[in-house]
């Protein structure tokens, strides 16, 4: 049974940088296309960032290329979410989603908040 623990969320000014990871436990990663959401009270839960089994297809929100960077780790157990020149708009809850076929898992989602 895959279970996914979402970290590295945290406080931070308008222009900062946060890493999100996402780590797997029972499972190794790579046999799932990881997706990054995000949700604020009040809106539907919206896509971040996706990144492909092998890693060779990557999807952005349209609202962070160029900020956002997903990748995997070497461990195939890790993908993270770098996230840099943080704004306003980005403060959310962070979750990241496994899915493969059938299958689909959730992390806990991590907290994000931008603020002066």
């Known amino acids: 049974q895959l279970q996914l623990v979402a970290t590295g969320g945290g406080l931070v000014q308008p222009g900062g940088s946060l890493r999100l990871s996402c780590v797997a436990s029972?499972?190794?990663?790579?046999?799932?296309?990881i997706f990054w959401l995000r949700q604020t009270p009040g809106k539907e839960r919206e896509g971040v960032a996706c990144?492909?089994?092998?890693?060779?297809?990557?999807v952005y929100l349209d609202s962070v290329p160029g900020r956002f960077t997903i990748s995997r780790g070497n461990d195939l157990k890790t993908v993270y979410l770098q996230m840099t020149d943080l704004k306003l708009v980005d403060t959310a809850v962070y979750y990241c989603?496994?899915?493969?076929?059938?299958?689909?898992?959730w992390g806990q989602g991590t907290r994000v908040t931008v603020s002066s």
């Open positions: 029972g499972v190794s990663l790579d046999a799932f296309d």
């Open positions: 990144i492909s089994r092998r890693g060779d297809n990557i």
């Open positions: 989603n496994a899915v493969h076929g059938g299958l689909n898992y």
